[in-house]
């Protein structure tokens, strides 16, 4: 892209929210599944998902030109390179964000002048209440929040967990478990440690399920709560998995102020997060600052601002580590 002239490269970066439609109409119409057998004609595609077929040739054609869909050279369709990333199973699918970001983000998006101009989150505009608020009264989004995470769990977060050796881990507890999807991936690499998935009663209801999937019932608990209010004791290890970025520094803050309180002197806090890159270099995180910015209040943070949050609620700060993934690993002692 920058070997093109600056004009049109602004008005591809301008075009992102065509992009981002196009993505989210063909996995809601499921068009990838239906590709996963192999190449099909539009004719074929339009009839599995019921949609007009000039609309679908239209549609997988500007797709196609993007690696999501691959042209065959008899007019027919498979899937490109990025085509599996949109398919309802399967390892590095990403489908069940696109449906959630255009679901639940993008109109909240429409707001982020208004939010850039006041310095408050867009989404608690359009939703009326703090996104997580609005979330915890919808039971489909909230599942389908939940099923996203799962998508960034195995398509990134694993990734990132897989660098960290959690052997002699101890009793990890998990703060913001979600459905403990990332803590049983832990569990079942160390044998030896146990672990328990804390999070709103509403969420960390999913862990069950998890639980039963991974043959855990054993290892691996579930505790409901607000981290806010306070965390579960005696923890040899604190996970937190891309937490600490949908918080502004205060309510991060008082996050680990009471994990400091309920932990063990000498447990580890194992933190992983995108890391901004103190140049202003490109980075994942760039983006999804500003998704913080618009929907949470919450925010991506540079090493350095990572050692002052830590420090500011009483941990011995230990360093920044990156990993082949765009997440990092934050560390700190109790």
């Known amino acids: 892209m920058e070997s093109m ?8 970066m301008l075009a992102g929210f065509q992009v981002s439609q196009a993505l989210y109409v063909a996995a809601k119409l499921g068009i990838p599944d239906v590709l996963v057998a192999g190449p099909r004609s539009i004719d074929e595609i339009a009839d599995h998902v019921t949609a007009d077929p000039a609309a679908v040739g239209r549609l997988v054609r500007v ?10 050279a008899d007019g027919r369709y498979g899937l490109g390179p990025l085509g599996p990333t949109l398919v309802s199973e399967g390892d590095g699918s990403m489908r069940d964000l696109a449906l959630m970001w255009m679901e639940t983000h993008y109109g909240a998006f429409g707001g982020l002048l208004d939010g850039v101009r006041t310095g408050t989150s867009a989404a608690t505009s359009y939703f009326g209440q703090p996104f997580f608020g609005w979330l915890s009264g919808q039971p489909e989004q909230a599942d389908r929040f939940s099923r ?5 769990t195995n398509g990134i977060k694993a990734g990132a967990i897989a660098s960290y050796d959690f052997s002699g881990a101890g009793r990890i507890i998990d703060l913001g478990a979600a459905d403990a999807a990332l803590l049983a991936r832990v569990l079942q690499a160390h044998p030896d440690v146990t672990g328990v998935a804390f999070d709103l009663p509403h969420v960390v209801a999913a862990a069950e399920k998890t639980v039963k999937g991974y043959g855990l019932d054993a290892r691996l608990t579930q505790e409901s709560g607000d981290f806010f209010e306070s965390v579960p004791a005696g923890g040899d290890t604190y996970l937190l998995a891309l937490v600490l970025h949908d918080w502004d520094d205060t309510q991060a803050a008082r996050i680990l102020a009471n994990l400091r309180a309920a932990a063990r002197a000498g447990a580890k806090v194992v933190a992983f997060e995108l890391v901004l890159p103190a140049d202003g270099g490109p980075h994942m995180a760039q983006m999804i600052d500003l998704t913080m910015l618009a ?3 919450g925010r991506e943070r540079t090493a350095a601002e990572h050692r002052a949050l830590f420090e500011a609620a009483g941990l011995t700060f230990a360093g920044v580590t990156a990993t082949p993934t765009p997440i990092s690993i934050v560390e700190a002692t109790v």
Not at 63 to 72: D, E, I, R, T
Not at 148 to 152: G, R
Request: charged share 0%; net charge neutral.
């Open 148 to 152: 996203a995470m799962a998508n960034l």
């Open 295 to 297: 929907m949470l209040g």
């Open 5 to 12: 002239p600056p004009p049109v490269q602004m008005v591809q």
């Open 63 to 72: 797709l196609g030109s993007m690696g999501v869909f691959a042209p065959q």
